[in-house]
């Protein structure tokens, strides 16, 4: 092996949904392969699980190995397997699990030092045994993200894997984790076995493969999620899950159990499908099916500049200042009041302002020179900072070029809410001192062309249907649980026909007291409500 590192070419040929990707492999790089190695108690746990009803595999593949923890739990249960076979790249783990393997009388052990990328699990391993397969584990938690943040040289070289359109891909949309791809890979490669997989992954990766199999109609007997405390075993901050699978060449079903943890008899939710799209509680998804549409208006992200300590202001008086602490002394037409998801959250208003210097996406920046030099000459001496934004979504733009703006951007009037929060909360935004206030890329919003639009649309998207919609399709673990793909499936027109007028007035009214003080009473509301719903543009 090269000890410089060397890349191994991966094509997936099982859906054009993914193409390939290049790995390249430090030995000496644990961290960036997402190195969790397995606590004995959680192995033994996961093993008195898996045996419950007395199933039972004689063979056993463990694609990422490690030390051996699986392993020997499984040599320690009441029924060890009679083959089991494991792979491990690093060399430390791989010495470690070695010697465990060579300690087995009633099993035959066979651990191999090799890159996995390198094997095809359904052609390459040879297995002296035969009857069911269980293929168990912990493959790296680690994102091709993460993996560029830490500058690292196992960073997957990627292509458009999901066959993306747009800035999709080229924003997070794009971001996978190593372990999505290995189960796909071991899901590709021993389809022909019929294998069940139980392998620990984030809860995300879980439902991604679930996705994938759905769109792919690859048969699926039983799935089931029981959440682990990842903090308590890994010292890890991640919503984590032993995710069970069973593939069966028969009448698949897409549903699958998630459980809050392993010991559970019931489970908290069952997440499943509905028109072609993953919900997370298909039994209560029904009540509030109606809401799964379109939404008539465009939901927008935020600003995006990944410039903070430049473009974000604070005000002390008549001052402003950046968070490098300098005074920042610019053209006042590009200040505008900036709420991030927190404030929104918790509706605290407008803590920042920001330099918003395109009113859209891709415009000229260079007539600032003459248009505002004060604010040229700020953004000129901050050059270098713009210059280190990673993402590539500001390549080939005009300098300090920024995402997410256009004309909805600058209606005085908005309806948002927090991206990062798991309970969705509606607010009302209205201009400060007469400027349209601005959204940071945390949050989503609808542009509205009055008070009242925004206060109507404020409860609508509160009102209790919404919200039961929203639990029943939104995932909570996620980093993200509310997405603009999320708020655009909510069909305020059917909403409209079915909600008690007098009770959305009220409400409405109720919000339009707290952005607007002109008195408006409900003698001023149409007769049809929908022609409020009816897009900004």
């Known amino acids: 092996m090269n000890k410089k590192g060397r890349i191994i070419n991966i094509p997936l040929i099982f859906s054009p949904a993914f193409t390939c990707i290049l790995l390249t492999y430090r030995p000496d790089m644990t961290r960036d392969l997402g190195d969790f190695q397995t606590p004995d108690s959680l192995v033994e746990e996961i093993i008195k699980l898996l045996n419950t009803g007395g199933q039972r595999w004689p063979r056993v593949l463990e694609p990422t190995c490690g030390s051996g923890g699986f ?30 393997a060579a300690t087995s009388v009633a099993s035959r052990v066979v651990v191999q030092k090799a890159n996995i990328f390198d094997i095809d699990f359904g052609r390459d391993i040879g297995w002296k045994s035969d009857g069911p397969l269980l293929v168990i584990g912990n493959p790296p938690w680690v994102t091709n993200a993460q993996l560029g943040s830490m500058e690292s040289a196992n960073l997957p070289r990627k292509s458009n894997l ?25 899901i590709r490669e021993l389809a022909g076995e019929n294998p069940t997989l139980a392998m620990l992954c984030k809860t995300s990766v879980a439902r991604n493969v679930l996705q994938f199999a759905y769109d792919n109609s690859i048969a699926i007997r039983q799935a089931w ?38 010991q559970s008899q019931q489970p908290e939710t069952v997440l499943g499908f509905a028109s072609g799209r993953m919900v997370s509680d298909v039994r209560n998804y029904g009540k509030t099916a109606f809401l799964d549409g379109n939404c008539p208006i465009v939901w927008r992200q935020g600003v ?61 920046t260079e007539k600032l020179k003459y248009e505002a030099p004060s604010l040229w000459r700020y953004l000129e001496s901050h050059a270098a900072r713009f210059d280190r934004r990673k993402s590539s979504i500001y390549r080939r733009r005009p300098p300090f070029s920024i995402f997410g703006i256009g004309d909805y951007s600058f209606s005085l009037f908005k309806v948002g809410v927090s991206g990062f929060h798991k309970s969705p909360r509606f607010h009302p935004i209205a ?27 404020t409860a609508l998207l509160n009102h209790r249907s919404t919200l039961d919609f929203l639990r029943s399709v939104m995932f909570t673990d996620s980093k993200r649980p509310v997405t603009k793909k999320l708020l655009q499936r909510i069909d305020l027109s059917n909403l409209i026909r079915r909600v008690d ?37």
């Open 71 to 100: 392993i020997k739990g499984l040599l320690r249960s009441s029924s060890p397997p009679r083959e089991i076979r494991g792979f491990e790249l690093q060399p430390r783990h791989f010495n470690e699990a070695r010697r465990l």
């Open 162 to 186: 999901k066959k993306l359109n747009g800035l999709a891909a080229l924003t997070g949309s794009s971001n996978f984790d190593l372990a999505e791809f290995i189960l796909l890979k071991l």
């Open 225 to 262: 999620l029981r959440r682990i405390d990842s903090k308590k075993y890994f010292n890890a901050a991640v919503d984590a899950c032993l995710f069970y699978l069973e593939l069966q060449n028969s009448k698949p079903c897409y549903e699958a159990a998630v459980f809050d943890d392993l």
């Open 304 to 364: 995006k500049h990944d410039a903070a300590s430049v473009v974000e202001l604070r005000r002390e008086g008549n001052r402003f200042l950046n968070k490098l602490g300098e005074e920042v002394v610019v053209e006042a037409r590009y200040l505008y009041p900036l709420i991030k998801s927190r404030d929104l959250f918790h509706s605290t208003g407008p803590r920042l302002w920001a330099i918003i210097a395109q009113q859209r996406v891709g415009e000229d």
């Open 431 to 457: 201009p400060v001192e007469g400027r349209p206030v601005m959204l940071d890329d945390t949050c989503y919003f609808l542009s509205c062309r009055s008070a009242r639009q925004a206060a109507l649309i």
């Open 501 to 537: 007028r007098s009770e959305i007035i009220e409400s409405a009214e109720a919000e339009l007291r707290r952005i607007s003080s002109d008195g408006l009473s409900s003698t001023l509301w149409p007769d049809d409500l929908s022609s409020l719903i009816i897009d900004f543009e």
